[in-house]
C-alpha cells in the first residue's frame, strides 16, 4: 500500500534550514493499522502531508496505493487526495459556514457526484458516527468531538483506502477521544481493505490501537 | 466541480460580506450607468440627426448648384504657357503657382449654369429617378372676389405623391395640365377664408399670377445662395444684362410706388394643401415648403421663371437631383460633379455629423471606463481581502481534492457576479434616471425651437444592454484574475495552520 523511500523534507533555505524528514524508510500493507508516534518536532505532520498528498518530497520515493506522489502533478495530487486519502486533523478543520451534513458532503462536490446522491451518502455516514440528528448544525453549534466526528465522516465519504489521523484526539477530552478512536476504528469494519495510519504522541493510545508502532525521532524511523 | 455547486459557493462567499459585497457592486453600478447613459444619449442624438435627414426623400435628393466651371487641364496648360511666354521673374513664379491651384481654371473657362438641357443631362446619369429645378419665386396672388396679395410660389415634382398626404381639399395639379396649380390653406385663411367650406368652394376658381420682383433672388433667402447680383462669376455681359432688369424694375416701382407688374397669367386652382408633417419635410426643401403658398409642377414653374430675362442668362439658381436609392447618391454625386457643377447631398452631412457624434460619444464614454475600471480596482480589493480571510477554508478545499481550476472558476465566477450585479442595478437605474431627462429634453427642445423631437433622447436598444453587460462582467472577471491566482497558490499545508 505504502512504499517510501529515503523520503527528505526540509524547510527554509541557509542557516534557518530545518530538516523535518531525513530519510525515512516505511511500508505498509493494505488493510493495516499503525501507528506513527513522536515527540514534538519529530517529523510526524510532514509525513503525514506527504503521504496525504498535501506535499512533496525533496528527495527519496512515495508510493501510495500504486501513485508516485513525487511524480504526480497538481491536478493528480488534488484527485489523490480526493480518491485515494481521507484526512482527519487535530483541529477539525471543518468549513465553518456550512452545516455538518454540507461539510461531510463537501470532498464529493469536488467529485462532481450530483447533490441529492452526495446528501444521501453523506446522511448515512452521520448516522454512522451517530450524528443524523445534528446534520442541519454549523460546527460553531457543535461540540469538539461532534465536530471530530463529523471530520471523520467526511474523510471517509469518498471511501478513501488510506485512512490518515493526525493527532485526532488531541483537543478532546478523554472520554470523547476514547469515542473518537473507537470510530476510527470501526471504520475498518466496513469490509474494505483501509489502511489506516494513527498519528500521536501518546504511546499508550499507540500501542492499544495499532498492530504496529512506528517511531520518529529527528526525522527519522527509530524503530 | 458542478456550474450551480460553484455559485451556491459564490453566492456563501457574498452572505458572509454582504456590506463590502454591495460596496464593490455599487462601485461597478456608477460605472455602468454613467456608461449606458452616454451611450444611449449618443444613439438618441445620433437617432435624432438621422431623423432629421431622413425626413421625406431627405436622403435620395441631391441638391446641385451652377459651377465655378469645368476643370479643364489643357486650358490651365496654355495659360501657364502664356505665362511663361509674357511674364518674367518673381511674379511668373506667384501667377504660374496660382493658376496650379485652381480647380478650374480661371473664370474665363467658363460657369457651368443650370439652363434646361443641363437638366437634361442630369436626367441622364444612371440611378437619377427625377430632376426638379428649384424655384422659389415670389408674385402678387389674386382670386376674384379678394383683395391681391402676395405669394411664394414652389415647383414641386412628384406632385401627386408628395401632395397625396397634404391634401385637404381637391387634387395634385395633372402631369401635363400647363394651368393647375395648388394652394396652402393658411394663404386661403389670410385672404379672409376662415371656414373650410369656404376655402374649398375655391377649388376651381382661377388664381391670377402677376409678376411683382426683380426675379431670381428669391431662392437666396431660403437656401442661403448669395444673390446673383453679388456673384463673383457673373461676367461683364451677364452684369449689363441684371443692372438693366433692375433699372427698368426700379423705374416701374418709382412710377407706381409699389410692387412692379411685368407680367400677368392665370391658373386653375386645383386642390388646397395644408402644413407637412416634420417627418416629410427634406432637407434641402425644408425652408421653402414651410413658406410656400403655391404649388405648381416643375414645366410650369419653370415657364413662369423663364419669363424674366436675367433668369433666362442665369438659368436655374439650384436642381433638386431625386435619386432611386440613398445608396447610389455618391455615385451620382461624383457624376455630377464632373459635369463642373456643384453637388450635396444630406447623406453626406448626416455622415459627417454622425461621425462627429461617435467619435464624442466614444471619448465621453472612456471617461465613464474609468469609473468602471476603478470599481475593478475594487473588485480586485474585494476578492484580494476575500482571499486572505478565505486562507483557511481555501486550504480545507485543496486538502479535501479541491483542483486549481475549482479554486480558479469560484473566484472568477465571484468577479462576474460582481460585474452581474453591477450591470443589472446599473441598467435599472440608468432606464430610470433617463425617464425625467428625457422629458425634460424634449420640454426643452420644444421650448426653444417650437418643434418636436423625431426620436427618442434615450433609446435603449437591446445591444446597449447586452455590450454593458458584457462589459461589465468581463471587467468583473478580469478584476478577479489576480485574487483567483493567489487562491490558487495557497499551500494547503500552511493554510491549514492558518487561524
Known amino acids: ?223 | 466541480m458542478k456550474l450551480g455547486d460553484l455559485f451556491s459557493f459564490a453566492f456563501a462567499g457574498f452572505s458572509r460580506r454582504k456590506g463590502r459585497t454591495a460596496l464593490t457592486i455599487l462601485g461597478v453600478t456608477v460605472g455602468t450607468l454613467a456608461l449606458m447613459l452616454i451611450v444611449s444619449l449618443g444613439q438618441g442624438l445620433r437617432g435624432q440627426v438621422t431623423a432629421v435627414f431622413s425626413t421625406g426623400e431627405s436622403l435620395r435628393q441631391i441638391l446641385v448648384r451652377p459651377g465655378n466651371s469645368r476643370p479643364d487641364k489643357s486650358r490651365r496648360e496654355e495659360e501657364i504657357e502664356d505665362i511663361e511666354k509674357n511674364v518674367a521673374g518673381e511674379l511668373q513664379e506667384r501667377l504660374i503657382r496660382a493658376v496650379q491651384r485652381r480647380r478650374g481654371g480661371p473664370r474665363a473657362y467658363g460657369m457651368v449654369r443650370l439652363q434646361p438641357e443641363r437638366l437634361e443631362e442630369l436626367s441622364a446619369i444612371e440611378h437619377v429617378e427625377r430632376v426638379d429645378p428649384i424655384i422659389i419665386d415670389q408674385f402678387e396672388m389674386s382670386v376674384e372676389g379678394f383683395e391681391p396679395s402676395l405669394g411664394t410660389l414652389m415647383a414641386l415634382g412628384d406632385a401627386e405623391a408628395r401632395l397625396a398626404k397634404r391634401l385637404v381639399a381637391g387634387r395634385a395639379p395633372d402631369e401635363d395640365a400647363q394651368d393647375e396649380v395648388v394652394v396652402h390653406e393658411l394663404w386661403l385663411y389670410r385672404l379672409g377664408l376662415t371656414d373650410q367650406d369656404e376655402q374649398k368652394s375655391l377649388v376651381g376658381s382661377t388664381l391670377t399670377l402677376s409678376s411683382v420682383r426683380e426675379g431670381g433672388g428669391g431662392l437666396a433667402s431660403l437656401i442661403g445662395l448669395p444673390d446673383l447680383s453679388q456673384l463673383a462669376e457673373v461676367s461683364e455681359e451677364e452684369r449689363e444684362v441684371v443692372q438693366r432688369v433692375i433699372d427698368r424694375f426700379r423705374a416701374q416701382s418709382d412710377r407706381e410706388e409699389g410692387d412692379a407688374v411685368v407680367s400677368t397669367e392665370s391658373f386653375r386652382i386645383v386642390g388646397i394643401v395644408g402644413e407637412p408633417e416634420e417627418e416629410d419635410l427634406a432637407v434641402f426643401e425644408r425652408s421653402a415648403l414651410a413658406q410656400a403658398d403655391l404649388f405648381a409642377l416643375p414645366f410650369v414653374a419653370s415657364k413662369l421663371y423663364f419669363r424674366a430675362e436675367l433668369n433666362r442668362a442665369v438659368g436655374f439658381p439650384g436642381v433638386l437631383v431625386v435619386v432611386d436609392d440613398p445608396e447610389n447618391a455618391e455615385a451620382v454625386v461624383d457624376a455630377v460633379e464632373e459635369l463642373g457643377l456643384q453637388a450635396n447631398y444630406a447623406g453626406e452631412i448626416l455622415e459627417e455629423i454622425q461621425s462627429f457624434l461617435t467619435i464624442v460619444t466614444l471619448l465621453v464614454a472612456l471617461f465613464s471606463l474609468t469609473a468602471l475600471l476603478v470599481a475593478a480596482l475594487g473588485i480586485v480589493n474585494t476578492l484580494a481581502m476575500s482571499v486572505l480571510e478565505r486562507t483557511k477554508e481555501i486550504g480545507i478545499l485543496k486538502a479535501l481534492g479541491a483542483r486549481d481550476k475549482d479554486l480558479r472558476r469560484l473566484f472568477l465566477l465571484e468577479g462576474s457576479m460582481i460585474g452581474f450585479g453591477g450591470f443589472f442595478v446599473g441598467w435599472i437605474l440608468a432606464f430610470l434616471i433617463s425617464l425625467p431627462i428625457e422629458a425634460i429634453g424634449r420640454s426643452i427642445f420644444e421650448q426653444e425651437t417650437g418643434r418636436e423631437l423625431l426620436s427618442e433622447l434615450f433609446p435603449f436598444p437591446w445591444w446597449l444592454p447586452a455590450s454593458a453587460l458584457l462589459v461589465a462582467m468581463l471587467l468583473g472577471t478580469l478584476a478577479a484574475v489576480w485574487p483567483a491566482r493567489r487562491a490558487v497558490r495557497v499551500d494547503p499545508v500552511r493554510a491549514l495552520r492558518y487561524e
Open chain 1, 1 to 223: 500500500m505504502i512504499r517510501a523511500h529515503r523520503l527528505e523534507k526540509s524547510y527554509g533555505r541557509g542557516d534557518s534550514r530545518v530538516v523535518a524528514l531525513g530519510g525515512v524508510d516505511l511500508e505498509v500493507e493494505a488493510g493495516e493499522v499503525i501507528a506513527i508516534v513522536g515527540k514534538s518536532g519529530s517529523g510526524k505532520s510532514t509525513l503525514v502531508n506527504l503521504l496525504g498528498g498535501l506535499d512533496r518530497p525533496d528527495q527519496g520515493s512515495l508510493e501510495v496505493d500504486g501513485h508516485d506522489i513525487a511524480q504526480l502533478d497538481r491536478d493528480g495530487l488534488a484527485r489523490y487526495r480526493r480518491q485515494t486519502v481521507g484526512l482527519v486533523f487535530q483541529s477539525f478543520n471543518l468549513v465553518p459556514t456550512l452545516d455538518a451534513l454540507s461539510n461531510v458532503a463537501l470532498p464529493l462536490v469536488f467529485e462532481g457526484v450530483p447533490k441529492t446522491e452526495r446528501r444521501k451518502k453523506a446522511r448515512f455516514l452521520l448516522d454512522r458516527v451517530g450524528l443524523s440528528q445534528r446534520a442541519d448544525h454549523l460546527p460553531s453549534e457543535l461540540s469538539g468531538g461532534e465536530q471530530q466526528r463529523v471530520a471523520l465522516a467526511r474523510a471517509m465519504v469518498c471511501d478513501p483506502r488510506l485512512l490518515l489521523a493526525d493527532e485526532p484526539t488531541g483537543n478532546l477530552d478523554s472520554v470523547t477521544a476514547e469515542a473518537v478512536i473507537e470510530l476510527l476504528l470501526g471504520s475498518q469494519e466496513d469490509g474494505t481493505a483501509r489502511t489506516l495510519i494513527l498519528v500521536t504522541h501518546d504511546d499508550e493510545l499507540a500501542e492499544r490501537a495499532s498492530n504496529r508502532v512506528v517511531r520518529l525521532v529527528d526525522g527519522r524511523v527509530a524503530s
